[in-house]
């Protein structure tokens, strides 16, 4: 699920924005991303609850959203989240409480969706960890759909469909040679256009951050942490740039 276009995390910590704005971009950011709290609460060890301790936690999080304050250093959903949701299990486990299904805002299944648990956790690494995985899967699968949607409203979202893998890693030359065979394209033909989806694809990325960044350094540290994530899809492969 994409970040709205009218949602922006920066007019929540600047004061731009009412109460119920405020509330209506905290539910919009938290059904954008509910998987990496999830993944986080699993890798805690809490299997059999996460899924109540989770919708436990947005509805907390959303009703109370009017005392979010504008603290530089909270510029950024993401880190605001994950601190978030480690107070919420610290506060629960303190105070013994049980937790029960509850709150009108419901948020999908985490299985529904593109993202899944088992592409983005191990047991070897930590729940950190696997949060900021599960953040830069959502990240890019929002992207992905965006620009899907983009094809679709051109008419390609046929060839889309059929590129979509090649643009997520560098594609092996003899696939490269199949697929441009299969959609009688020449090869320098199909990689100009993996390399214009591409460039598309890491706009729709900044865009889909930008949501969540409150100034422009901010934005510019989630690109680079999302980099270091999403390494093969935030560069150009060296062979997939079209030849002049």
């Known amino acids: 699920m994409s970040v709205p276009d009218t949602v922006q995390w920066s007019a929540v910590l600047r004061g731009q924005a009412a109460t119920g704005e405020v509330q209506a971009t905290l539910e919009a950011l938290c059904r954008a991303y509910r998987a990496p709290v999830l993944a986080y609460i699993r890798h805690r060890g809490y299997r059999a609850d996460a899924e109540d301790l989770t919708q436990a936690f947005f509805t907390r999080f959303i009703e109370h959203g009017h005392q979010v304050g504008a603290d530089a250093t909270q510029g950024r959903f993401r ?13 629960t486990e303190e105070e013994g409480r049980t937790i ?3 709150g009108k805002v419901r948020f999908e299944s985490f299985e529904a969706g593109r993202v ?5 956790a191990s047991d070897a690494e930590t729940p950190e960890r ?3 995985r599960a953040w830069a899967m959502t990240v890019l699968e929002a992207a992905l759909g965006r620009l899907r949607e983009e094809a679709l409203a051109a008419g390609k979202g046929e060839v889309f469909d059929q590129l979509r893998d090649f643009l997520l890693e560098a594609p092996d ?7 441009a065979k299969a959609l009688r394209l020449r090869r320098n033909t199909l990689a ?12 729709l990325i900044r865009t889909e951050l930008a949501a969540t960044a409150a100034s422009g350094g ?9 980099r270091a994530a999403l390494g093969p899809v935030m560069h150009e492969p060296p062979d997939a740039s079209p030849r002049a």
Do not use: M, S, W
């Open 79 to 91: 880190a605001f989240l994950l601190t978030a949701v480690k107070r919420f299990l610290l506060n």
């Open 100 to 102: 029960k299904r509850g």
């Open 116 to 120: 899944r648990l088992d592409n983005v």
């Open 130 to 132: 696997v949060f900021e």
């Open 173 to 179: 030359k003899a696939d490269y040679a199949e697929l």
């Open 192 to 203: 100009v256009a993996v390399h214009r989806l591409r460039q598309r694809l890491r706009e």
């Open 218 to 226: 901010d934005l510019e540290r989630e690109v680079d942490e999302l």
